[in-house]
């Protein structure tokens, strides 16, 4: 029962920094929206062969239709070195490439990053005999993702 206890104190201690949800890595910034997604987009940048291939601004595209939403950035991105091997053995993985992340912010003003994990682009496209090849995209996913929120 201690240890029940002392598990469950130290989960609430933990979920404030991240938030596990299906299939996704989400880990709370400490900067807005706007520049928490410029962190990212000079992270990625910063990494030779990696492009950016576009930066969606969700409240922009609300205000332009005369709605508001809380803001959020999506920031697409990668270099095609993978492309061959995943969409070779399951070509439906393009519809979750190039890789992205998240920028958030929720309905208290905190910002997130939320970023998809290998384990569900695997199960989703049933991708058997990549998990060294998904590993290696979401942990580079996810070192930018460091980079934008310290």
């Known amino acids: 029962m201690k240890s029940l206890f002392i598990a469950l104190a130290f989960t609430m201690v933990i979920t404030p ?6 299939g996704l890595v989400t880990l709370a910034s400490k900067y807005s929206v706007a520049d928490t997604t410029d962190k990212l987009e000079a992270a990625v940048k910063n990494e030779p062969d990696f492009l950016i291939f576009g930066r969606v601004d969700y409240s922009a595209i609300a205000a332009a239709q005369g709605a508001k939403v809380r803001p959020s950035q999506l920031l697409l991105f990668g270099r095609g070195r993978a492309l061959q091997t995943l ?3 399951a070509p439906t993985l393009a519809i979750d490439l190039p ?6 912010e929720d309905g208290s003003g905190k910002v997130w990053v939320s ?3 290998a ?11 990549l998990d060294n090849v998904l590993k290696q995209i979401t942990e ?3 070192s930018f993702v ?3 929120i310290e």
């Open 17 to 22: 920094c991240a938030v596990a949800q299906s």
């Open 87 to 89: 969409l070779s053995a």
């Open 99 to 104: 890789l992205k992340a998240l920028v958030w």
């Open 115 to 117: 970023h998809n994990t």
């Open 119 to 129: 384990e569900f682009l695997k199960d989703r496209h049933s991708a058997q005999g």
């Open 140 to 142: 580079r996913t996810a």
């Open 146 to 148: 460091k980079k934008a």
